[in-house]
Nanobody
Framework: VQLQAFGGGLVQAGGFLRLSCAAS????????MGWFRQAPGKEREVVGA????????TYADSVKGRFTISRDNAKNTVYLQMNSLKSEDTAVYFC??????????????WGPGTQVTVSS
């Protein structure tokens, strides 16, 4: 499966952005999808994930209550709605695909990232 994240940009603190991750491939809707981010000088961290069905989502504590992951399998697209953005949310955001148990199975497919910059 091939992935492409887009929708990043520059936003003021307190603002919002919605990232999209378009997946190609006949079975892309059968994958769990994760969002990750990597800030300059820091390790990549998980933002959250959504099951293939869309019924289950998980989030990092740092984004709970502010970020929402959803998916539209008919469009092979996963979304990351980011509200109440903070300067510490500035990072390159990546989407990735995984099969197996949500939260434990490795992510084997990655797309190029999209830059999110939050100005304070």
């Amino acid at each position: 499966v091939q992935l492409q994240a887009f929708g990043g940009g520059l936003v003021q603190a307190g603002g919002f952005l919605r990232l999209s991750c378009a997946a190609s491939g006949r079975t892309s809707s059968s994958y769990n999808m994760g969002w990750f981010r990597q800030a300059p000088g820091k390790e990549r961290e998980v933002v959250g994930a959504i099951s293939a069905s869309g019924y289950t989502t998980t989030y990092a504590d740092s984004v709970k209550g502010r970020f929402t992951i959803s998916r539209d399998n008919a469009k092979n697209t996963v979304y990351l709605q980011m509200n109440s953005l903070k300067s510490e949310d500035t990072a390159v955001y990546f989407c990735a695909a995984s099969r197996g148990t949500l939260g434990t199975a490795p992510y084997n497919f990655w797309g190029p990232g999209t830059q999110v910059t939050v100005s304070s």
